[in-house]
């Protein structure tokens, strides 16, 4: 038996209330934590670190073989001062946390799409 479109419609609007309601209060403080101290961190590194030049030594070195830029940020990296290698491992931790964070709700968000596109059918 098929249900009702007003049954169906209630359903979603539900399932995208409940959905919102998650977001907002378990994965938006998550994610402007971890943003907050992103930017912190940037603006901490900033003060060391010239980052126009390395930008520009960085596609100098690469220009000839785009593969060298590899060595030459493991080089680059090797001969920083270790607050600098700090703070760019913490960096690119949260960053990878903060990608983490943002993947796992899309991930969710297309979950409950598709719930909503395809229901399961109860018996």
Do not use: C, H
């Amino acid at each position: 038996m098929k249900k009702p479109i007003v049954l169906q419609n209630l359903k979603s609007r539900i399932l995208r209330r409940v959905y919102g309601v998650w977001f907002w209060k378990y994965e938006v403080p998550l994610m402007v934590i971890e943003l907050a101290v992103l930017i912190v961190t940037l603006s901490f590194f900033a003060r060391f670190v010239f980052v126009e030049k390395v930008v520009a030594n960085t596609l100098e070195a690469s220009l000839g073989n785009p593969f060298k830029i590899v060595l030459y940020l493991l080089v680059a990296f090797a001969k920083t001062k270790t607050i600098i290698k700090f703070i760019i491992i913490i960096f690119s931790a949260g960053l990878l946390l903060f990608l983490k964070d943002i993947n796992k709700s899309l991930i969710n968000y297309a979950a409950m799409k598709r719930q909503q596109l395809f229901p399961k059918k109860i018996q």
